[in-house]
C-alpha cells in the first residue's frame, strides 16, 4: 500500500466500514506508540486517520455506520468516534468504555444485533459482552489467557468464534494451559451483524 510505515512496524488488525473501506491498524514490535490506522478506499488509495497508536486493534461500527469504536490495547480502554460514511472520516474521539483491570487488556471486538460490543480480552481467559447502555452482560471464559478476538456467524449470526493465542507462553504455561491457541465456539443469546466486504 506504499504506507511508508519503518521495518520495525507491522499491521496487526483490519476491518471493512459499512461502506467497503478497509481499515488497517499498524504496531510497533516492541510496543511504541508508533503506529498508525489506516483507511484504504476502493481504488487502493490510502489515507491516515490516526497515529501514536502503541497496539491498534478492536473496531466496530454501529449498525447505521454513524458511530466507530476503536480500541488501542495499551490504554484499557474503548473509544467511540463519530464516523462520516460518505468520506471515511473519524471526528469527535471520547472514551466509550474504560476498564480497571490492569491485567485484562482489550484485543478484539465484535458488535451485535442490538449494539453490545463483545470484546475479547488478552491475558484474562475472557469476552465480555457490554449492553449499549455500557454495563457488562455477559462474560464467556475461555480454557485460554491469551484471548484474541470473537466474531460472529452461522445462519443465524449467533455462532460466536473465539480465537486465542500462544505468544510467549512457557512449557510450563502450556501444560497448564493445553487448549491455548485453540478457536472456540459458543452460542451467542443476541445475533450478531453480518461483516462488511472491501468495495474494490
Same mark, same amino acid.
Given at each position: 500500500?506504499?504506507?511508508?510505515?519503518?521495518?520495525?512496524?507491522?499491521?496487526?488488525?483490519?476491518?471493512?466500514?459499512?461502506?467497503?473501506?478497509?481499515?488497517?491498524?499498524?504496531?510497533?514490535?516492541?510496543?511504541?506508540?508508533?503506529?498508525?490506522?489506516?483507511?484504504?478506499?476502493? *481504488? $487502493?488509495?490510502?489515507?491516515?486517520?490516526? =497515529?501514536? /497508536?502503541? !497496539? #491498534?486493534?478492536?473496531? &466496530?461500527?454501529?449498525?447505521?455506520?454513524?458511530?466507530?469504536?476503536?480500541?488501542?490495547?495499551?490504554?484499557?480502554?474503548?473509544?467511540?468516534?463519530?464516523?462520516?460514511?460518505?468520506?471515511?472520516?473519524?471526528?469527535?474521539?471520547?472514551?466509550?468504555?474504560?476498564?480497571?483491570?490492569?491485567?485484562?487488556?482489550? *484485543? $478484539?471486538?465484535?458488535?451485535?444485533?442490538? =449494539?453490545? /460490543?463483545? !470484546? #475479547?480480552?488478552?491475558? &484474562?481467559?475472557?469476552?465480555?459482552?457490554?449492553?449499549?447502555?455500557?454495563?457488562?452482560?455477559?462474560?464467556?471464559?475461555?480454557?485460554?489467557?491469551?484471548?484474541?478476538?470473537?466474531?460472529?456467524?452461522?445462519?443465524?449470526?449467533?455462532?460466536?468464534?473465539?480465537?486465542?493465542?500462544?505468544?510467549?507462553?512457557?512449557?510450563?504455561?502450556?501444560?497448564?494451559?493445553?487448549?491455548?491457541?485453540?478457536?472456540?465456539?459458543?452460542? &451467542?443469546?443476541?445475533?450478531?451483524?453480518?461483516?462488511?466486504?472491501?468495495?474494490?
Amino acid at each position: 500500500m506504499g504506507l511508508g510505515e519503518p521495518p520495525d512496524v507491522r499491521s496487526n488488525e483490519s476491518k471493512c466500514d459499512p461502506a467497503g473501506r478497509l481499515l488497517v491498524g499498524t504496531m510497533a514490535f516492541d510496543y511504541l506508540p508508533i503506529g498508525s490506522l489506516y483507511s484504504v478506499e476502493a *481504488d $487502493g488509495s490510502v489515507r491516515r486517520l490516526l =497515529g501514536e /497508536l502503541s !497496539i #491498534a486493534n478492536g473496531m &466496530a461500527w454501529s449498525a447505521d455506520g454513524g458511530t466507530f469504536y476503536y480500541i488501542d490495547s495499551p490504554l484499557r480502554r474503548v473509544d467511540a468516534f463519530d464516523y462520516d460514511l460518505a468520506s471515511g472520516a473519524i471526528a469527535g474521539r471520547r472514551p466509550y468504555l474504560t476498564f480497571d483491570d490492569r491485567v485484562a487488556k482489550p *484485543d $478484539g471486538m465484535s458488535i451485535d444485533a442490538e =449494539g453490545g /460490543l463483545w !470484546i #475479547a480480552f488478552w491475558d &484474562a481467559a475472557e469476552v465480555r459482552r457490554y449492553d449499549p447502555d455500557r454495563s457488562l452482560d455477559v462474560v464467556v471464559h475461555l480454557p485460554a489467557a491469551q484471548v484474541t478476538s470473537a466474531v460472529f456467524g452461522g445462519p443465524d449470526l449467533r455462532d460466536l468464534y473465539i480465537t486465542t493465542a500462544t505468544s510467549g507462553l512457557s512449557a510450563a504455561a502450556l501444560a497448564e494451559q493445553p487448549h491455548a491457541g485453540g478457536l472456540f465456539h459458543v452460542r &451467542a443469546p443476541v445475533p450478531g451483524l453480518l461483516p462488511h466486504r472491501f468495495a474494490g
